[in-house]
């Protein structure tokens, strides 16, 4: 799976950004998609994801409210469209495919990263 991301930028406090992210090679068995972001001396934090059965979404406390994840399955694609964004917000944003394999005695997941977006809010 190759996952490519677009859409990051700078933007000041308030403004709104919208990350696009297409899927490509083995898509047919991802189970989930989603976005993760990682600010200078923190780690990497899930900020939304969605499955790719029934659309299911979670998101983080951080961004309920502001962030929006969305997908579109004929085009491999996700979604995230960041309003009221905040200073904090700032980071390196990855895009996240995972799949999950469910044997008899284990599971195994496999995650697959694209090579991130920089989002930059200014104050």
């Known amino acids: 799976v190759q996952l490519a991301e677009s859409g990051g930028g700078l933007v000041q406090a308030g403004g709104s950004l919208r990350l696009s992210c297409a899927a490509s090679?083995?898509?047919?068995?991802?189970?989930?998609m989603g976005w993760y972001r990682q600010a200078p001396g923190k780690q990497r934090e899930l900020v939304a994801a969605?499955?790719?059965?029934?659309?299911?979404?979670n998101y983080a406390d951080s961004v309920k409210g502001r962030f929006t994840i969305s997908r579109d399955n004929a085009k491999n694609t996700i979604y995230l469209q960041m309003n009221s964004l905040k200073p904090e917000d700032t980071a390196v944003y990855y895009c996240?495919?995972?799949?999950?394999?469910?044997?008899?005695?284990?599971?195994?997941?496999?995650?697959?990263w694209g090579p991130g977006t920089q989002v930059t809010v200014s104050s």
């Open positions: 996240n495919a995972r799949k999950v394999r469910y044997y008899s005695d284990y599971t195994t997941e496999n995650d697959y």
């Open positions: 090679g083995d898509t047919f068995t991802i189970n989930a």
């Open positions: 969605i499955t790719s059965g029934e659309g299911s979404t």
